[in-house]
């Protein structure tokens, strides 16, 4: 009998099928039993039925368990009134493995408890939903910058210095030498820019993040572009084709997950180009009418990211923040050389901050001025100066946050949920 996956079912009513999965729930009614049953790729229900009061296969259905393991042979029916339109009249059970006291049952449990269970908690409903939308994006993402052209370029993760500022860094030994965690892999791609033209990375990024927030992990996963001869502008058309790209193909293909999460799709429809633009000194003062005590120069935290995020529609394109709250990487603005040719994305519906990025220094003389001025050690910056030695031109790249645009995609309350096994302050277990 031909083994077959849920996802496929309805390719094959009629005909004799072997699923292969786990229990998710079961339950009597007369002479009928119901076994749903869950194979990675959706859940299906699966019947057995007996004119007799007693058969072999109710014997095996009293023994089987919540997420007990095991292989079953039926028929492939339409049903309209089974959950998702087909189930399989059951022919054979074969028990692979009895679950004994499965610790998440469907009754509700506290978040503490669920982490401490990651490892199990993936198999719910909702966990399977949120997570298949991140391999869509993911997948999404990756079509997208190939699909124009763009290299897939993999930065090192063990780095000897820091991209985004040294606070954040998780330092390790790399045997007599220090070496930190990728906080970025954007001065790399610099490099590799200069070699390919435009390129992008894709990896696990790192942050010593001391903050407990719903938005940050400290381990998250970036993809970041990066294009030799573009200006902020370009970079800021080729954020909002990807982020639109990105929400189109969760609506087209990820209706059902977006369903179960009771994702109301219709601000996701609304997401069209152009997005609205505003400079940082705009926001302030937006920030200034809502009530906030800020002043130009100061950056945004969680709160102020809140509000204007939740003054669009769309995501918002903030360009143009302080020099002095950003990297030490930033072009200046030709037109006020204390802002940075910048851009923060921000997602709509109160998400905040789900890119960030802008145009780097070109000028070899300044960036040795700024590498100074961050107290950054000149010795580990020695080939990123030589990309301004050599033939240096414009260039501009973003990084996009994998975790907080799932978060939004989902409209979930905590990015924890967006990737199997998050790393947090004080959670590194499982
Ligand atoms: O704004 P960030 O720090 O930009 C950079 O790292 C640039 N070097 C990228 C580049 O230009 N190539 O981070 C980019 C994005 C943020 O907008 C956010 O989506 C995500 O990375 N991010 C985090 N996501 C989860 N947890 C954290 N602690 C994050 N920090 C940044
Ligand atoms: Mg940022």
Known sequence: MKWVYIEDIA??????????????????????????????????????????????????????????????????????????GYELEVEDIEIIHIAKDYPITPKPHGVSFLMDHRHLWLRSVRQHAILQIRAEVIRAIRDFFDGRGFRLMDTPILTPSACEGTTTLFETKYFDEKAYLSQSGQLYNEATAMAFGKVYCFGPTFRAEKSKTRRHLLEFWMVEPEVAFATLNDIIELAEDLVVYIVSR?????????????????????????????????????????????????????????????????????????????????????????????????????????????????????????????????????????????????????????????????????????????????????
Request: aromatic fraction near 10%; proline fraction near 7%; charge should be positive.
């Open 11 to 84: 390719k094959y009513v009629g005909e004799k099928v072997e699923l292969r999965g786990w229990v998710y729930n079961k339950r009597s009614s007369g002479r009928v039993r119901f076994l749903l049953i869950r194979d990675g790729t959706g859940i299906l229900q699966c019947t057995i039925f007996s004119p007799e009061k007693e058969h072999p296969l109710f014997d095996k259905f009293e023994e089987l368990t919540q997420e007990s393991s095991l292989i079953v042979r039926g028929k492939v029916k339409e049903d309209k009134r089974a959950p998702g």
């Open 250 to 430: 969760v609506l087209d293909k990820r209706k059902k997950e977006l369903e179960t999460l009771n994702r109301d799709t219709k601000p996701l429809e609304k997401i069209a180009k152009p997005f609205p633009r505003i400079t940082y000194k705009d926001a302030i003062k937006i920030l200034k009418e809502k009530g906030f005590k800020i002043e130009f120069g100061d950056d945004f935290g969680a709160p102020e990211e809140t509000i204007l995020s939740n003054s669009f529609e769309k995501p918002v394109c903030v360009t143009r923040y302080p020099l002095k709250v950003k990297a030490f990487y930033m072009q200046p603005d030709p037109e006020n050389p204390d802002l940075a040719l910048c851009v923060d994305m921000l997602a709509p519906e109160g998400y905040g901050e789900i890119i960030g990025g802008g145009q780097r220094i070109h000028d070899y003389d300044l960036l040795l001025q700024k590498i100074k001025e961050h107290n950054l050690p000149i010795e580990n910056y020695q080939w990123y100066l030589d990309l301004r030695k050599y033939g240096s031109v414009p260039h501009a790249g973003f990084g996009l946050g994998i975790e907080r645009t799932v978060a939004w995609i989902c409209k979930i309350d905590h990015i924890r949920e967006t990737i199997p096994f998050p790393r947090m302050l004080y959670r590194m277990y499982p």
